[in-house]
């Protein structure tokens, strides 16, 4: 089986086999194409950004039909759903490389990202909160490990929306900084109950921001997912990597070891959600996972064809 995410930052690609909802990863890829870049100012996609997504799936599909995948499933997130155009490069997507995508509601990325998160995970009666920082959106989901999810919410907040709305400076500016964590903990207030956010006793964080603070921890160089999966990130050590994040002009960030180059200039506003999100739950450290919404959306397929 094949599952593509077409994120708003990233395009990644999955080929795995699937027995009894057990993944065993074959091929896995990102490539980080911005594709929500100047989504949230113009509404619409920006072709540059479109021609990275093209270049991307011109190459996925080149891996797919290598590895003989019997089955390709894709789901499009918070760029192609909030883009006026979205519908149209959905439909351009599957004309040209034969990939037919759903755009899914946050809602739906959030139930999926749980399920592959805790796919792994016995069945616990602590509420888990699973974590998922995307380029346009951030969400929510909060359940027992190993089961379904009780409460999923979608907040309009990611890595690349933030960052075009607070830090325009190079490196940001103090300002920037604090109206973006003021932002997110609003938002947070808004979209989870004061309960929920008292009950959650354990979190796993998963997507590009978190496994790049993993990462950069451990000053990972080349990056090594093993190493990555399951690392517990400790708000003290998510804090002290924002601070020097934030340093840096995105010149040097592009340096720092653990950090892929080409999320130098959004690392910042995502390292923000994280810290903001791990206090507001009042966690003293979050689990990184690798296992998400490709995984998710791979058992999912698998039961449906099943």
Do not use: W
Not at 58 to 85: C, Q
Not at 95 to 103: H, M, Y
Not at 117 to 130: E, I, K, M, Q, W
Not at 232 to 257: F, S, T
């Amino acid at each position: 089986m094949a599952v593509i995410d077409l994120g708003t930052n990233t395009t990644r690609l999955l080929v795995c086999d699937v027995h009894d909802d057990e993944i065993a990863e074959l091929e896995r890829r990102t490539t980080i194409t911005g594709l929500g870049q100047g989504v949230d100012a113009n509404g619409r996609l920006a072709d540059a950004a479109k021609d990275r997504v093209r270049d991307a799936l011109g190459e996925f599909r080149e891996l797919i039909d290598r590895h003989g995948a019997a089955r390709t499933t894709a789901v499009a997130t918070s760029a192609m759903r909030d883009a006026e155009d979205g519908e149209a490069f959905r439909q351009e997507i599957c004309e040209r490389f034969g990939i037919a995508a759903q755009t899914i509601s946050g809602a739906e990325e959030a139930r999926l990202t749980f399920r592959g998160a805790t796919g792994g995970n016995s069945p616990g009666r602590d509420p888990t909160l699973v974590l998922d920082i995307g380029g346009g959106s951030t969400e929510y989901v909060i359940g027992a490990g190993g089961g379904e999810p009780d409460f999923e919410v979608s907040m309009r907040a990611g890595s690349v929306r933030q960052t075009e709305r607070h830090l325009n400076d190079d490196p940001p500016t103090p300002e920037g900084l604090h109206a973006l964590a003021a932002e997110v903990r609003g938002l947070i207030a808004g979209a989870v109950p004061e309960r929920l956010l008292a009950e959650v006793e354990s979190g796993i964080a998963v997507a590009g921001t978190a496994t790049s603070l993993a990462a950069i921890s451990q000053e990972l160089e080349p990056y090594d997912s093993a190493r990555v999966h399951r690392f517990r990130l400790e708000l003290g050590e998510a804090e002290r990597i924002l601070a020097m994040l934030a340093a840096l002009p995105v010149a040097e960030r592009r340096e720092v070891a653990g950090l892929h180059p080409d999320r130098a200039a959004t690392i910042v506003a995502g390292a923000v959600i994280l810290v903001e999100s791990i206090r507001a739950f009042g966690l003293d450290e979050m689990q990184v996972s690798e296992a998400d919404l490709l995984h998710g959306a791979a058992l999912e397929a698998a039961g449906a064809s099943g």
